[in-house]
């Protein structure tokens, strides 16, 4: 459905010039949501503003649904950016404007007709129910139910893309869920495809299919969200995962370890595991056959994409050989069990 | 005599509501769009044209760095040629409305540089074109400071107008100038003050007025 071809963006100035998008090829299948996760500067909000032509590309194609926008003609541009939503960070409701009306923008300009409006519109409230305040101002909504208009009115004229740019950096946790859930049904009921850019690991985690990690221009990274999380690659993306699984309210690892072997020491191990083989039976059953202790220093169980996953660390209590045995049959899961010798207990 | 200076006052104050209104319209139809011009015009707008950008720059801060009263002088000719005269009431038009619209273009393109970049950019990621940019974002968006700044503008004007009676353009001011300061009669002079102040207070409140209804959205 979306579809990038070695899309490069640089921003000229009169001493420095800045490569903001450096040779980006990505694909986006139709009905999916497509996350891409990068730290500040990495790129994000230029890539995401070139895909609907909001900023020129100085090179490459972007092709929606087929359509190479860079062939069309002015008219064809403006007809093709009609189909593709977009929300930002901070809103952009015209003030002006009352909910109603800030949803009809899109329509009045597509040219639709007073009764059509209204019936879309309606429906639009409806869906993000937000009925009751059809007649009030942006200035009298909460940063949630801003994002909800936003997110109607980007829907008004039927895109097939929809595009979010940060849209819940600016809202505190609750409504960030909320509003992802939202985008989640929406993506559902409509069959929209979802391309965003964060640089939350909670997004990704809770309503993203694939994701992409962008740094200084380039995508260095992409899977599907389970993997990425099971089998981060870079450093970069092994940061994004570590950190978040940190950032949650988990007891602190009770036990020093250092990185060397010494004979007679404990192994720490890392754990992370995906779908139905989640943690706790797997691993005591694993134990008991190759006769060994785990103790359980860090557990956290996330739900990532609708899946079940896992995220432990352990202490294993048992001879070299054996637990050598306990890990390296744990990889024969690969697809779903990730382990990750920390280091050994002091 | 008395009789007589009720009517001249009220003569003197329909030719003076008469300028204001008129030179300001004049200015406001001339203005504004100048002001979208120069706004749309600068280099992260919608339409960047530097050698636009700049001439009109120049022209409308020219216009707005000439004293009123030298202006009304100089261009006494082009006030003929138009007007046919250079006194009277319609010929002080030229003079009000040639200085009030460099004023008003830079108060329209300071109101609309106020609208947010991220409203224009959402209009342009829903296919709107220029001019739909300008009708269904930045005028609208803008409209509360421009209410603001024509109010400003009118204001401006009563003070001008009295000014262009001093050269035969009638009104209050030339009323005051003829009788209050050349043949000594404070009377008419403190009645012409008066009737200035309240002209002001009255655009004043209409401009509030007008601007609060627009707020609606802002404050609540
Ligand atoms: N209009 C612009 N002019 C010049 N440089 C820009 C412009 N927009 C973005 N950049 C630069 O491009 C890089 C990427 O910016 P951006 O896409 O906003 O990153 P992100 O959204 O990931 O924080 C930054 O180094 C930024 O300074
Ligand atoms: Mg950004």
Partial sequence: ?346 | MPTNIWGLLLQAFAETVYMVFAAGIISFVIGIPIGILLCISDKNHIAPNPIVNQCLATVVNIGRSIPFIILMVAIIPVTRWITGTSIGTTAALVPLAVSAIPFVAKIAENAFKQVAHGLLETGKSMGASNWQLIFYILLPESRVALINGLTLTLVTLVSFSAMAGAIGGGGLGDLAIRYGYQRFNSFIMIITVVILVGLVQIIQLLGNKLSSIYNLGKHQ
Avoid: W
């Avoid at chain 1, 403006?78 to 952009?92: E, L």
């Avoid at chain 1, 505190?172 to 640089?199: F, W």
């Fill in chain 1, 1 to 346: 459905m979306i579809e990038l071809i070695n899309l490069y963006k640089s921003y000229q100035s009169k001493d420095n010039s800045v490569i903001a998008v450096n040779g980006i090829n990505l694909n986006v299948a139709a009905g999916k949501i497509f996350g891409i996760i990068g730290l500040s500067g990495a790129g994000k909000s230029t890539l995401i503003r070139c895909v609907n032509f909001l900023e020129k590309p100085s090179s490459g194609e972007v092709v929606i649904n087929g359509k190479y926008l860079s062939q069309l003609s002015n008219s064809e541009l403006h007809q093709t950016q009609q189909k593709i939503g977009m929300i930002f960070q901070h809103f952009n409701l015209l003030n002006s404007r009352t909910v109603f009306a800030n949803i009809a923008l899109p329509l009045e300009l597509a040219g639709s007709s007073k009764q059509d409006i209204n019936l879309k519109v309606n429906s639009l409230l409806q869906l993000v129910d937000l009925t009751d305040k059809k007649n009030n101002y942006p200035s009298q909504l909460s940063g949630g139910q801003k994002q909800r208009v936003a997110i109607a009115r980007a829907l008004a004229n039927d895109p097939e893309v929809l595009l979010c740019d940060e849209a819940t950096s600016a809202l505190d946790p609750q409504t960030t869920d909320a509003i992802l859930s939202l985008l989640k049904q929406i993506n559902n009921k409509l069959n929209i495809t979802i391309l965003l850019i964060t640089h939350e690991m909670e997004v990704v985690k809770n309503i993203c299919d694939q994701v992409a990690v962008i740094d200084q221009g380039k995508i260095i990274e992409a899977s599907t969200v389970e993997n990425f999380f099971l089998n981060p690659q870079t450093q970069l993306a092994q940061n994004f995962v570590r950190t978040f699984c940190n950032e949650k309210p988990m007891p602190e690892i009770s036990v020093e370890f250092q990185p060397q072997y010494s004979e007679g020491k404990n192994l720490i191990v890392r754990l992370t595991f995906v779908g139905n083989k989640v943690a706790e039976p797997l691993v005591t059953k694993l134990a008991k056959k190759f006769n060994i202790d785990v103790s359980i220093l860090q557990a956290d169980i996330e739900t990532v994409n609708e899946k079940t996953m896992g995220f432990l660390v352990v202490e294993l209590y048992g001879d070299k050989q054996k637990t050598t045995e306990f890990i390296d049959h744990l990889a024969t899961y690969e697809t779903s069990v990730k382990a990750e010798v920390l280091g050994y207990a002091n």
